[in-house]
């Protein structure tokens, strides 16, 4: 599994619960140094280790995780494309696996509003890019304001 979370005290909350349960795990955040990474990299990819923790930030560019079935988001991140991109470290050539992703969300956090405000960011996306519909059909201008402003 890769583990995802924008908050490293978040992702060390994680590395206490897998060492108490006898988990191995790699981990990346932005600290690590490009050799501990390929290093924590290569690690994962040869199946010693049941997960990897990454701080979403740090894992955006140059990782090829093809050996994860799982993808958990554990805090969402405002821009969506953010998170497509993390998950999208186990869809590369090579995948031969099926890859499940998750978020985890708790209901009446900020965290659920950054997920409506991301579903809004990505009707809007989904409007420009569509050729046969005009831009921005169903939202109105107070949620059109609320995204781009």
Known sequence: ALIFSQFTEHLALIRKALDERGFTYEYLDGSTPAKARQTAVDRFQSGSAN???ISLKAGGTGLNLTAADYVIHMDPWWNPAVEDQATDRAHRIG???PVSAYKLIT???VEER???LQRRKKAVIDAALDDGEPMMRGLS???IREVIG
Do not use: K
Request: avoid cysteine; charge should be negative; glycine fraction near 6%.
């Open 51 to 53: 997960a990897f923790l």
């Open 95 to 97: 995948q031969t696996n």
């Open 107 to 109: 209901t009446g956090t």
């Open 114 to 116: 950054i997920l409506a």
């Open 141 to 143: 201008t107070d949620e």
